[in-house]
């Protein structure tokens, strides 16, 4: 079955320390990939997607995130984090071909960045 | 209106109890899906709308899940004879696109069921 990996379940930060949460799909074809966010208290919403062209995209709050085809990898990254970046994070992806388009979500990361 | 709303946001029910929970869609939308989010999971698909017409329904875990949205706008999720493992997040999301670039989805703050 199509799945999605995330590394890491809880990832603790300071201020201004750099971030990385990696995420890996299982191989199924052409794929779009997507992090979703979820701030506390708050419903999902699209950090950043992928569809085709430039691996490296850039969302919103300094947020980017890498394809890496060859490696199924789907890694999102932020230099300098702040503490308002407190969240959870969730790597999807839609494969080519699959059910109607829908989202295939991993577990989720669980962001703390201490001030 | 401006975001995708679903009601009761919080739910308890006693078991074997019959729930309804319902989702207001973003204007216009055409895609519509139900996902099921349990305590430390991420969301898992349930079942998927375009427009009227029920595409998809792989996801729903029993037969007592039901799924509809008759005039193609808001949407009712049903859950008869509600059991324990039924407690969880059920997420609402619409889209305006169709087909497989649907995956950027505006989603809704979530209904929460605990059935005791």
């Known amino acids: 079955a199509q799945s999605v990996s995330q590394h890491n379940h809880h990832v603790i930060l300071s201020e201004a320390a750099s971030l990385e949460l990696g995420c890996n799909y299982s191989y199924g074809g052409t794929v779009n990939l997507f992090w979703y966010v979820q701030y506390p208290g708050q419903h999902l919403q699209l950090l950043l997607k992928y569809f085709s062209g430039d691996p490296l995209v850039k969302g919103i709050k300094g947020f980017e995130a890498e394809f890496i085809k060859s490696k199924f990898s789907f890694n999102l990254r932020k230099p300098s984090v702040q503490w308002s970046d407190t969240a959870e994070y969730f790597c999807?992806?839609?494969?080519?071909?699959?059910?109607?388009?829908?989202?295939?979500f991993g577990k989720g990361t669980k962001l703390s960045v201490k001030p | 209106g401006a975001g995708v709303s679903q009601s009761p946001r919080y739910k308890v029910a006693k078991r074997g109890q019959d729930v309804a929970l319902r989702c207001d869609p973003i204007?216009?939308?055409?895609?519509l899906f139900w996902y099921q989010q349990a305590l430390g999971q991420g969301p898992e698909f349930l079942t998927y709308f375009q427009n009227e017409a029920q595409l998809d329904k792989s996801g729903l875990p029993s037969d007592r899940f039901f799924a509809e949205r008759p005039e193609g706008s808001v949407s009712t999720l049903k859950i008869q004879r509600t059991q324990q493992e039924d407690s969880a997040v059920y997420l609402c999301a619409s889209s305006s696109r169709t087909g497989w670039a649907t995956g950027e989805l505006f989603f809704g703050e979530g209904s929460r069921l605990t059935v005791l």
């Open positions: 204007s216009g939308h055409v895609s």
């Open positions: 999807a992806v839609t494969y080519y071909g699959g059910s109607q388009g829908n989202l295939i």
